[in-house]
């Protein structure tokens, strides 16, 4: 598989384990053909799950492993027992470079855990982030961190902004992504100490590929007022979870309207093709996938709970950042800025002689 | 006034002032109209809108003021010179127990600094809080802080808890509201120190007239799990507006799918009831107004750019905790508690002999 786009599975992860991955995959090759999959798990379910998919099986190749993570395995245990798991080997594939990303459905603390062990992070980036794609009005905002980490320094997010930038310029094909920091107010005054120190710095960037807009607020998040929206993983994770939990509430009250009378129920019949586009636009499962960030190598999340569709947008966002460079462009970035006295490498800095 | 239920108005508050507000008073008084309203302002522009508002007439008694706070004016500088505005001397009817509470659609910051100035928080209670009113699936929940605070300490949250269970009490009815902190997992192990250390504090007490339900996460917010949703200031007022971003969002993607295709706009004409019904669910208007808990007075904020319908309901609520005695019922539950080493009162433990 050398020298072509391979993309490393954990096999077992997720809800319903191969037999939603395997369907995945087969979405997947559909759009990819050129991409192989090396897939870890139970040789015997993953063999079964494959029955069904014959044209997947040029595509993949089968590793056994004996053991799997559970998704209510604690994240020490994993990573101290785990070693023979379908996400341990999965990773250790991309960490031993026969893959250019790994995608698993498997619990994220395991996830995370495993894969700052193995792949650890990239020089001069302290802490992986963890980046969702938000659907917003104009189009997709990236937001990070949405859970990786419970705070978040200034030097942190700055880290962040970098990093989510790059990957809006891999996955949304943007060549200068605009960036906000997720604040309480437009007023400088307002917000933590961190915060306002992270937009300082950003401010006295120079040489970054980003565009710094200051500060978000959070309905300009679904507004797409900026294509990154850089937070703490504490933050960043409870507005994920609350505009998914808003989202399933208006989804419930409208189901609840159209029933409420026999006009209502004729009408739904009559606007059936307008709400199932409104529904696919609020499906979760097209932006699944949240992207660890921050580490010499990628590795994508998907929903334990999703479906073939929603396990197949994981492996699409994984080959699109693996065709984007991101790990070292990352690298390079953070190079450059110094956090503190802003330094500026020979050159960088726009007017000087 | 002395003896009946007065209510103090910022009569210059908000986008529109007194062509809103006078309005909103109508709105309200035909729902109480045991209520009296002491309205400050400029008595010309009062008096023009009152000639619109006959059936008020009884009901308001309009105190003149040279000032008015600006929307855009610094709460430092509203606070050093503000003291003839109209905001100002309606919060100071408060103080001098000539009402039971203010409602202001002005400047949050101002209203935030003044009344902490002017009402001083409860013995015990180190900060004020903002509540809100959150529609939820089962019903309606609160959620604070939404924003008084940047950071919260662990005693603050337990404050916040206490705080929001009285509010919710009063304005909701029930004898023992359930409360759960915002945190990142149901898991005891993830989320920050001072959201752990208050967990732990609330688990240890007795005496309280809540019941705490440990951690919940953003999507239980809108799911209604617990009645009382408490964080600190930064992460709650990031919900918030994340929430109505969302809602704004899947409300302009309705929008479009209604005008896709004729069929679609002749569904809905069928469905238009059920989804004015489905509106009325979603619309701000109907829980309009913050709440400032843990000052010795009671104070309402309504949002800034409201009509004469969310500004009555935000009157509504000031007359809801009015009557719930909320101040001192706050005052007697923090003395209950002390953070560290939880302190019993007499007979206060259950089971003790």
Do not use: C
């Not at 710094?212 to 998040?221: A, S, T």
């Not at 797409?224 to 960043?236: K, Q, S």
């Amino acid at each position: 598989m050398s020298g072509k786009l391979v993309i490393s599975i954990d096999g077992m992860g997720g809800d319903e384990g191969p037999s939603v991955v395997i369907p995945g995959l087969e979405a997947a090759h559909l759009r990819h053909p050129e991409a192989r999959f090396l897939v870890f798990g139970d040789e015997a379910k993953l063999r079964a799950a494959l029955d069904a998919s014959p044209r997947l099986r040029d595509a993949v190749e089968i590793r056994h492993t004996a053991d799997a993570v559970a998704m209510d395995d604690k994240p020490s245990q994993a990573l101290r027992r785990g070693r023979q798991t379908s996400m341990w080997l999965a990773i250790d594939a991309v960490r031993q470079g026969l893959a250019q990303a790994v995608v698993s459905a498997g619990n994220t603390g395991a996830l995370m855990a495993m894969a700052k062990f193995q792949l650890r992070t990239i020089a001069g980036v302290e802490r992986p982030a963890i980046a969702a794609i938000w659907p917003t009005t104009r189009s997709e905002s990236i937001v990070l961190d949405v859970g990786a980490n419970t705070e978040a320094t200034d030097k942190q997010l700055v880290d962040f902004a970098i990093m989510g930038a790059e990957f809006a310029r891999a996955v949304l094909n943007l060549s200068r992504p605009t960036v906000g920091l997720l604040n309480i107010g437009a007023e400088e005054l307002k917000g933590n100490e961190h915060v306002k120190a992270a937009a300082q710095a950003l401010r006295e960037a120079h040489g970054l590929s980003l565009d710094f807009r200051g500060f978000v607020e959070g309905n300009d998040i679904g507004r797409g007022t900026v294509d990154v929206v850089v937070t703490d993983g504490f933050t960043g994770n409870i507005a994920l979870k609350t505009a998914e939990g808003t989202a399933r509430q208006i989804g419930g009250y409208l189901r609840e309207a159209f029933q409420r009378s026999l006009m209502a129920r004729i009408g739904y019949v009559f606007a059936k093709g307008a709400l199932d586009m409104f529904r696919a636009k609020v499906d979760p499962r097209r932006s699944n996938g949240g992207v660890f960030l921050g580490l010499n190598g990628l590795v994508v999340k998907s929903h334990g709970g999703t479906d073939a569709l929603g396990f197949a947008s994981a492996v699409d966002l994984a080959v699109d950042m693996a065709e984007g460079q991101i790990v070292s462009r990352i690298a390079r970035d953070v190079q450059r800025l110094t956090f503190g006295d802003v330094e500026v490498p020979a050159g960088g800095r726009e007017g000087t002689a």
